[in-house]
């Protein structure tokens, strides 16, 4: 099952999940403003922002455990804005699974069933169902110490799904797990999400988390959202410099956008020399006009030609760093500005880049983004 651009699931379809405008305000301090989005069903989403800029404050106010000084929670189209945790059925797991150590897995499977009064009987066909949807069938009887991390979060999840919550929410959830581990979970996590179709909402700092788990990210940064979209939207398209920024390495360059009948569109770089552009870099494009753009390092190409016109931007080799699938290029353009070039490492590659060699920086076609202002 693959939700998701918004368009396509707006059709017919209602959001498992609408946050409308929220804020949370602690004293003087806006933790969250204004936050609006939208959760369709089966969708993964995660919150993704540097510490401090309102994603766990987000996540709890939709779990309820904090209420917004402003705006509305719709779960399933009823309004859960006033609604307390316990009534909500929304499944929170926290960066550590917080599973009751005393109880076997039955147990803490069973606990919200359990607690809500239902009988004996209905427990244990809901804990046989979660356990089954998780894969750890014949587990009930251990406890958590006597589970892997791995293991220990798929309880985690049976719990939720057996307490019949309709969405899932984690906050961090694997960022205290070494990497490889990490790597692993994130897939399991994301396979599993997929094949229940349970709409999850992930917060996490970090970048290759969400793009690797995520139908549509959200970027904050200071309590409010600076872009929201699928993995390649804002990889490729942020619509702001923060985005851009955080989304990955980014090298930045400005210059005067210069025309010439004959070749084309340029940006002028002054001393490091001229970027051509395939195409007008926007509708509006005018020569003359000032203009910032962004060239991730994977997708420029180092020559030894020195550029002259339309041939990139020429500089000089400061170090070359080996990464096994790739090296990075560490060049200072003419002018001053540092720049990084990815070059990957295929079984012919040669080091043919001496330090302090002169080299043209050139962007593959469709690699030069022009950044808002
Ligand atoms: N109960 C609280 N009282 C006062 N301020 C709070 C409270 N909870 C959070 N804050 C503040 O609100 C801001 C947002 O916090 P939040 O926990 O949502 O950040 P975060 O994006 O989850 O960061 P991290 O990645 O570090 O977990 C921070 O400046 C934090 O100090
Ligand atoms: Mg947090």
């Given at each position: 099952?693959?939700?998701?651009s918004?368009?396509?699931?707006?059709?017919?379809?209602?959001?498992v999940?609408?946050?409308?405008?929220?804020?949370?305000?602690?004293?003087?301090?806006?933790?969250?403003?204004?936050?609006?989005?939208?959760?369709?069903?089966?969708?993964?989403?995660?919150?993704?922002?540097?510490?401090?800029?309102?994603?766990?404050?987000?996540?709890?106010?939709?779990?309820?455990?904090?209420?917004?000084?402003?705006?509305?929670?719709?779960?399933?189209?009823?309004?859960?804005?006033?609604?307390?945790?316990?009534?909500?059925?929304?499944?929170?797991?926290?960066?550590?699974?917080?599973?009751?150590?005393?109880m076997?897995?039955?147990?803490?499977?069973?606990?919200?069933?359990?607690?809500?009064?239902?009988k004996s009987?209905?427990?244990?066909?809901?804990?046989?169902?979660?356990?089954?949807?998780?894969?750890?069938?014949?587990?009930?009887?251990?406890?958590p110490?006597?589970?892997?991390?791995g293991?220990?979060?798929?309880?985690?999840?049976?719990?939720?799904?057996?307490?019949?919550?309709?969405?899932?929410?984690?906050?961090?959830?694997?960022?205290?797990?070494?990497?490889?581990?990490?790597?692993?979970?994130?897939?399991?996590?994301?396979?599993?999400?997929?094949?229940?179709g349970?709409?999850t909402?992930?917060?996490?700092?970090?970048?290759?988390?969400?793009?690797?788990?995520s139908?549509?990210?959200?970027?904050?940064?200071?309590?409010?959202?600076?872009?929201?979209?699928?993995?390649k939207?804002?990889?490729?398209?942020?619509?702001?410099?923060?985005?851009?920024?955080?989304?990955?390495?980014?090298?930045?360059i400005?210059?005067?956008?210069?025309?010439?009948?004959?070749?084309?569109?340029?940006?002028?770089?002054?001393?490091?020399?001229?970027?051509?552009?395939?195409?007008?870099?926007?509708?509006?494009?005018?020569?003359?006009?000032?203009?910032?753009?962004?060239?991730?390092?994977?997708?420029?190409?180092?020559?030894?030609?020195?550029?002259?016109?339309?041939?990139?931007?020429?500089?000089?080799?400061?170090?070359?760093?080996?990464?096994?699938?790739?090296?990075?290029?560490?060049?200072?353009?003419?002018?001053?500005?540092?720049?990084?070039?990815h070059?990957?490492?295929?079984?012919g590659?040669?080091?043919?880049?001496?330090?302090?060699?002169v080299?043209a920086?050139?962007?593959?076609?469709?690699?030069?983004?022009?950044?808002?202002?």
């Amino acid at each position: 099952m693959k939700p998701p651009s918004q368009e396509s699931t707006q059709a017919g379809k209602k959001p498992v999940l609408e946050l409308k405008d929220i804020s949370k305000a602690f004293g003087q301090m806006n933790a969250v403003e204004r936050v609006s989005l939208e959760v369709w069903p089966g969708e993964f989403v995660s919150l993704l922002g540097p510490s401090g800029c309102g994603k766990t404050t987000t996540l709890r106010m939709i779990a309820g455990f904090i209420a917004p000084t402003e705006g509305r929670i719709i779960l399933g189209g009823n309004d859960i804005t006033n609604v307390p945790a316990y009534r909500r059925d929304v499944g929170l797991l926290f960066q550590s699974y917080a599973l009751f150590p005393h109880m076997t897995v039955r147990g803490n499977v069973g606990f919200g069933p359990k607690m809500r009064g239902e009988k004996s009987g209905a427990v244990a066909e809901k804990v046989r169902w979660a356990l089954s949807l998780v894969k750890l069938e014949g587990f009930e009887d251990r406890r958590p110490n006597e589970l892997s991390g791995g293991q220990q979060q798929r309880v985690a999840i049976a719990r939720v799904l057996a307490s019949g919550a309709s969405m899932l929410l984690l906050d961090e959830a694997f960022s205290n797990l070494d990497a490889k581990l990490r790597g692993r979970m994130q897939e399991e996590v994301r396979e599993l999400q997929l094949r229940l179709g349970i709409a999850t909402v992930l917060v996490t700092h970090d970048q290759e988390e969400a793009l690797a788990m995520s139908d549509r990210i959200v970027i904050m940064n200071g309590g409010k959202v600076e872009q929201i979209g699928t993995p390649k939207q804002v990889y490729s398209s942020p619509e702001s410099l923060f985005v851009a920024d955080f989304m990955g390495r980014c090298n930045r360059i400005e210059g005067q956008l210069t025309h010439d009948g004959a070749k084309g569109w340029f940006l002028d770089c002054g001393p490091a020399g001229m970027i051509r552009f395939e195409a007008p870099p926007h509708p509006e494009a005018r020569p003359g006009e000032h203009c910032r753009v962004f060239m991730r390092p994977e997708h420029l190409t180092l020559s030894q030609r020195t550029g002259d016109h339309g041939q990139g931007l020429r500089g000089e080799v400061e170090r070359l760093v080996y990464l096994g699938s790739r090296s990075v290029a560490y060049v200072i353009l003419d002018g001053g500005i540092p720049f990084q070039v990815h070059l990957p490492n295929t079984p012919g590659s040669k080091d043919e880049f001496p330090i302090n060699g002169v080299v043209a920086v050139v962007p593959q076609p469709g690699a030069v983004t022009l950044l808002p202002d």
